[in-house]
Structures are given as C-alpha cells and as structure tokens.
C-alpha cells in the first residue's frame, strides 16, 4: 500500500512518463554485465535537481528505499543495479546542467548526467583550454557518478575525487548538505578550497550511501602547453620486476608531469586489438602458449607493454623524456614518445602505403590516434572493445556505434586490487592472477595503472558469456577466489562491485562499527542506498 501511496506522489510531482513500473524499471536497468539479477520496486526520471528534495521526503514519509545512479554505466560493478532487492532507481541523467564554470581557476559545477563526452563539447566550443578527467568507460559516462566512486585515469589529475572541490547533497530526510563554507555564504571559497573549515564530512558521500548527490564542482586540470605519450614493450617476462622499480623511479622523480603509467599484459593488449581465435580454442579452454605467441608475433605485442603520458611545457617534457629513456632504455624495447598531433599526422599518411600494408597500419595508427586522444583529455571508446572479447560477433564492434556492455549482455566482472609498488609485491600478485584465472579456465588479462609511487591499482576484467549459466558461475567463483586469496596476499579493493559490499563488512571491524553509526543516525530507516558500502 505505500508503495502505492508513493508512486502516485511521485507520478503527480514528476508526471507519468517519469515514473515506470516494477516491470518498466527491470527491463531499462536489469541486465547486468557481472550476471548479478536483483528485483526493482520502480524507477524514477527526475528532470530538475530540485525536485530530488521532494523525492526523498515521499520516500522517507513511506519508508521506500531509494537507489540512486547518475547515468547507470557502472559496468563489471553492477551496471545501474543496487546491491538488494525491492529499491527504487532514481535515475539522475536527465540532470545534466553544467551549473557554473570558471575560466581563471578550471573549476566546474554539474549535475550527475554530465558525461565526460558532454564536457569535452563544451570545453570544445567554448575555447577553454581545460582537460576532461577521462576514463576507460568512454564518453557517456558520468564525470560525478565516477569521482564518487574514487575512479582514476592518466591525465594529470589521476585521482578523480581528489579534484572534487565541493559538493551538494539531499540527505535521506530530504535536507541539503553543504560544507560549512557555502552554508556561511562562501560559495565561492568553498569551490576553490577542497577541505573547507571544520571535520571533513564531503568524503562520506563517496562510496557512501547517505545522501543523493546532486551537485559538484570539480578542479579541471589545465591543458599544458606540450603532451606527449611514451610506449614500450618489455620482452622478457621474469623482468617485471625491474620494470616495476624503473617505473617506480619515473613517477617519483616527475610529479606533475607523469600522468600516469599502465602496465598491460599481453592478454590485455590483445583484447583492444585482435579478435579472439574462436576456431583455435576448444570449448570451456583458454588460449594456448603457442597460439598466445603466434597472435603477439602477427599483433607486435610483447609479453608487457607500457604506456604512459608526460603533461607540462615543452622544455620541462623534452627533459623529463630524455631522462625517461635514460631510465628505461636498458630494460625496455620499442620504446618511443610521440604526441597526439604527431598520432593524427601519422593515420594520415597511412593512405599513401601500399594496398597490402594500408590494412594493418589502419588498425595500428588508429588505436595509437584514439589512445593519444584519450590521454590529452578527449573521452573516446579505445578500451570498451576488451569487453567484447568473448562475444562472436566482436568484429562487428565499431568505434562509431554506441557501446553498451550491459545492453549487448557482456560477460564482465572488474576485480581491482591495490598492489604495492614494489618488486616481489607484483611478482607475487601477477603469479597469483594467473594460476587463479587458469584454474577457472577465465583469460588472464590485467593491467597496472600506477596511482602513485608507492601503488598500482590493479584492474582484471573476467570476461565470460552471459548467456551461459555455466561460464557465469566459473567467473563469480573465480572473482570470489581472486578476493579471498589476494586478501590472504595484501592485495585489497579498491572499489568492489555490488555482490561484494557485504563481504567488505562482514569481520565487524571498528571502522565498519562507525560506518554503520554513522547510516543509523543519517538514515535510521535505509532510505538511500541501502546494502551500499556497508
């Protein structure tokens, strides 16, 4: 009956066609890439920020929880789904205002539907020479909704939430939260000054679950005067180690103008570049050595490869690169710096080789031209092939179509370890992704993005067939495994998909204690998120 009560509220504050059904809300927000299936109450399509407050009060008054997304592509985490059964979405993107900007400072304000591909247009047309905080996911993702959840890139600003200046936030009781400084009239200091006056509450609103996120303001990382990537292969395998100090040794020597390295191995560069040899592997197998160095020999692929992006002026770059290649230069092969401009002249001139080079440069120079891109701040679709791996029909993936994973029932589930930056550290962490994967007949692909000089986050997708309830099952025993052995390891989250939330909790350490001290007096009756992070 309230719940009743509830969608007649609601479809009176929001109109019909905001409201959907039970039905209509499973069949838009159900299909989930990780396999995962929950039951939704309903979903809603609010079209104006202030009518979340409205929202919340019906909710809390009815005692209906409430799921927010902001544009629902969390894929391999749990896509647009909440972690339990029986919630409302509230799907914030159709909020997708850029509130504010200012030009002297690069501080934005938006609202949850701002996608990364919606930023880059506007910076595009109005001249401001500002970068997008990019990432992997592509163009029609959330800028909020992934500073939320702690995400990262290569740009200089890897650490999303750290550009994260203010926020606004609708409490569960349907009261708005904001910093001290913008409740004392400082709006503006408080967009300039990330900590503001007092504890520091803003954090709990990332993987949190006590308010709906209506607003923030991120700090744009200036477009410097020159960028340029550098790539590499490392030949040898059992030399990760060294390469990990080497690059250890860059990325603490270069603060500011290393974006960031990735460490991808071959597994991972094969999945953006060839299609999988379907005819050559038996059913329920993986890749075989032999195959897996026959298709690294036709791709030029080497067991690791390398990439990374220098950001600042030319002088400071053209130093920092030729140190670079000082560093690495005795380890690595391959090893080259070009810039996106250089990238695009390259694809160009690709026309002018011959009929039987034409094809296979094509695909090269493009991949380098849209990876080049991505790391000078223009969101793209370069990485979402991966998740298309294991379908049949991958070759018809186009960068000019839309990709949707949970739409086109991808098999993927994302485990994200933090790893130390240190020799024995990787060893030990590669070794183990690789026997576990193995044991579950899952491809090993994985990649180590640095964060610092002290960490690599570590991202591993388990691609599988989502129509195969057998090959499902592999895949979340596999991911289970990864956790638990990688936990018995050191190797921690950090960031877990919706199947996972309860595992973080469940030790009842001091930290969690809190947590839920925290949701007991902010949201006594589980109106936001509930399950979310606790």
């Keep these: 009956m309230k719940l009743e009560t509830a969608f007649k509220e609601w479809r009176k504050l929001l109109g019909q066609s905001q409201v959907l059904s039970s039905d209509a809300a499973q069949l838009v927000y159900g299909c989930c890439t990780t396999g995962v299936m929950k039951k939704l109450a309903g979903a809603l399509r609010p079209l104006e920020r202030n009518q979340i407050p409205f929202i919340v009060q019906i909710a809390a008054s009815n005692k209906i929880a409430l799921y927010p997304i902001s544009t629902g592509h969390n894929w391999g985490y749990g896509s647009a789904l909440p972690p339990i059964d029986n919630c409302v979405v509230l799907d914030l993107s159709q909020l997708n205002r850029i509130v504010d900007f200012d030009a002297e400072t690069g501080v934005i304000t938006i609202e949850p539907g701002v996608t990364q591909g919606q930023l880059a247009n506007f910076l595009d047309k109005e001249q401001h020479p500002y970068m997008v905080p990019v990432t992997g996911a592509g163009p029609v993702c959330s800028i909020l909704g992934n500073a939320l959840e702690r995400g990262y890139g290569i740009t200089p600003i890897t650490d999303h939430f750290a550009a994260v200046t203010s926020i606004e936030v609708v409490l569960p009781d349907g009261s708005t939260y904001q910093s001290a400084h ?23 609103f990332s993987q949190g679950s006590f308010g709906v996120v209506t607003q923030m303001s991120v700090a744009l990382a200036p477009r410097p005067e020159s960028i340029q990537s550098f790539l590499f292969g490392l030949k040898q395998p059992e030399q990760l180690g060294d390469l990990v100090i080497r690059v250890r040794e860059i990325i603490k020597s270069y603060p500011g103008i290393v974006g960031g390295i990735n460490l991808m191995n071959a ?36 067991p690791w490869t390398g990439f990374g992006a220098l950001y600042g002026t030319r002088g400071t770059v053209k130093v920092a690169q030729r140190e670079i290649r000082a560093i690495l ?42 990876s080049l891109q991505l790391v000078a701040g223009y969101p793209n679709q370069t990485t979402l092939p991966l998740c298309y791996w294991l379908k049949h029909n991958s070759d018809n993936v186009h960068q000019d179509k839309v990709m949707d994973p ?6 993927l589930i994302w485990y994200a370890p933090l790893v130390p930056m240190k020799r024995e550290s990787v060893i030990h962490f590669v070794n183990m992704v690789y026997a576990i994967t193995y044991k579950y007949k899952l491809e090993p692909l994985i990649t180590l993005t640095s964060f610092s000089g002290k960490c690599f986050d570590s991202t591993v997708p388990l691609l599988f067939d989502l129509d195969s309830e057998i090959e499902r099952k592999k895949a979340e025993d596999c991911y289970w495994e990864l956790l638990e052995e990688g936990k018995n390891q050191g190797f921690l989250p950090y960031r877990v998909g919706i199947q996972t939330m309860k595992w973080l909790s469940e030790n009842d350490a001091t930290y969690w204690q809190i947590v839920r001290r925290i949701k007991q007096v902010i949201d006594p009756n589980g109106i936001i998120s509930p399950g979310r992070y606790i």
């Design 406 to 411: 949970a739409r086109d029932r991808c098999g």
């Design 267 to 302: 597994h991972r560069v094969l999945a953006m570049t060839a299609a999988y040899p379907w005819d050559r592997v038996s059913k329920g197998a993986t890749i075989s050595p032999d195959i897996l160095s026959e298709l690294c020999q036709r791709n030029q692929v080497m």
């Design 329 to 370: 230069m005795p380890l690595v092969s391959r090893l080259f710096f070009v810039s996106p401009e250089r990238a695009k002249t390259l694809n160009r001139i690709r026309k002018l080789l011959p009929d039987c080079l034409r094809f296979k440069a094509i695909e090269k120079l493009e991949l380098l031209e849209r």
């Design 182 to 204: 913008a409740s004392l009239g400082g709006e503006q200091v408080d967009k300039i000054f990330k900590w503001g006056v007092g504890p520091y509450i803003d954090g709990i």
